[in-house]
């Protein structure tokens, strides 16, 4: 696999949020090198894209994240791995996101997931989960029965979780 070219070094934050999530969400997509916001329903409330897979830049952006009123918790998942659909548009995003923890190697089960349908990018994270996935299609329904629901029969996986992405509606 090699090296992860800098364009697409990543980490990810789950974050859960207490209040004005509308709020939160502007004020995080202000911080630097943070790639994307995006609600979800699950163990978390947001999962944010960082710009970024260096330890120490994260632990800085992480900092900024937790001042931001209202973010209650976060994990960090720094990307030690990367695989991605090159057939999907950078536009497509996930709106399905999978928390994996695998036994066995993770070479074949990574491969296993990119050929699933809707695949857009998966990364090997350390911590309680192993793997996170992410998946796009025309809506959550058809994105849990196409790629989410294969995942169960995957040899190696253990459990797992989904978050799937909301819009949120601005108050009035």
């Given amino acids: ?10 980490s990810w934050v789950f974050a859960n949020v207490k209040g004005g999530i509308t709020r939160a969400i502007s004020q995080l997509r202000k911080i630097n090198n943070v790639g994307s916001v ?3 329903t699950g163990r978390f409330d947001l999962v944010i894209k960082l710009r ?6 994260v632990f800085n952006i992480v ?4 001042k931001v009123k209202g ?3 976060t994990q960090t998942g720094i990307s030690l791995q990367k695989i991605s659909n090159a ?8 709106i399905t996101f999978a ?3 695998v036994t066995g190697t993770f070479k074949t089960i990574l491969q296993k997931i990119k050929t699933f349908p809707n695949f857009v990018e998966a990364h090997v994270i350390p911590g309680e989960f192993n793997v996170f996935a ?5 809506s959550p329904e058809e994105l849990l029965e196409t790629s989410v629901e294969k995942l169960g029969s995957v040899s190696g996986i253990m459990a797992m979780e989904t978050l799937v992405a909301w819009t949120p509606t601005s108050p009035y």
């Fill in 1 to 10: 696999m090699g090296k992860v070219p800098k364009s697409e070094q990543t």
């Fill in 38 to 40: 995006t609600p979800v």
């Fill in 52 to 57: 970024t897979n260096e330890p120490s830049k």
């Fill in 63 to 66: 900092e900024k994240i937790r």
């Fill in 71 to 73: 973010i209650t918790s």
């Fill in 87 to 94: 057939k999907k548009d950078e536009s497509d995003d996930p």
């Fill in 99 to 101: 928390l994996v923890k």
């Fill in 134 to 138: 992410a998946f796009h299609g025309y």
